[in-house]
């Protein structure tokens, strides 16, 4: 056997070791098996620690695997690859269309919805969220995922809500437009990314009274 086919054997066996080791690491003979919504939360939490800790690059299937207590199969049956585990998981983190208590109140809808946003940026979170937005600049699969499952979403709760206004007479016609959609969100990102602070509930009125009031209210 030549110095390189001995090296190449070293490495190989290195690194079935290291799978072997995020596989086993959590032994289901001494401790529970986590299944369903623990599992998830515990998935979904180790991928945002690793995102916080170690950053986009250095993510993988084996650390994210060992920091939850699965093995990484698990891992590989819910995902094909990182930037959907990755998207899948914040996007799960933060607040849902379902999960906001709206009144009909257009001023006071918009406030809840933008105010949960910015809550979701705070911590570890936050610093995963800007983790990802500065990999999405370079990686276009992960801006299109971003986009299509995290984004888009949203927004169109946000339409749907001020469609909703529209149809009361409180918010002008025209005020679905996607410039007028994706103003607040946009100025709580930008405000987030330029302080790296999330913004208050303050900040979060003043950006609803000063700015997306006068734009979408009835004429």
């Not at 110095?3 to 072997?20: F, I, P, T, Y």
């Not at 180790?46 to 699965?70: H, K």
């Not at 891992?75 to 709206?102: E, I, N, Q």
């Not at 933008?114 to 801006?143: F, I, N």
Request: charged share 25%.
């Amino acid at each position: 056997m030549t110095k390189v086919q001995a090296n190449l054997q070293v490495d190989m066996h290195a690194e079935a070791l290291s799978g072997l080791a995020a596989e086993v690491r959590y032994d289901h003979r001494r401790f529970p098996r986590r299944r369903g919504k623990v599992l998830a939360r515990a998935i979904g939490e180790a991928v945002i620690e690793e995102l916080a800790e170690r950053g986009y690059n250095s993510l993988t299937f084996e650390g994210v695997a060992s920091r939850a207590g699965t093995g990484k199969s698990t891992l590989y049956r819910r995902w094909a690859d990182k930037p959907s585990m990755v998207v899948d998981c914040l996007s799960t983190a933060m607040p849902g269309v379902d999960d906001f208590d709206l009144t009909g109140d257009l001023r006071h809808d918009l406030t809840e919805v933008l105010a949960s946003y910015a809550v979701s940026c705070a911590g570890t979170m936050g610093v995963a969220l800007r983790v990802v937005c500065g990999e999405a600049v370079k990686c276009q699969e992960l801006q299109r995922l971003w986009r299509e499952r995290a984004a888009e979403p949203r927004l169109g709760a946000i339409r749907d809500m001020i469609q909703k206004a529209i149809d009361r007479g409180d918010a002008r016609p025209g005020a679905t437009a996607d410039e007028c959609v994706m103003v607040g969100p946009a100025m709580v990102g930008h405000l987030f990314m330029a302080t790296d602070t999330p913004p208050t509930r303050a900040e979060v009125e003043r950006i609803v009274d000063n700015v997306l009031i006068p734009m979408l209210r009835a004429r």
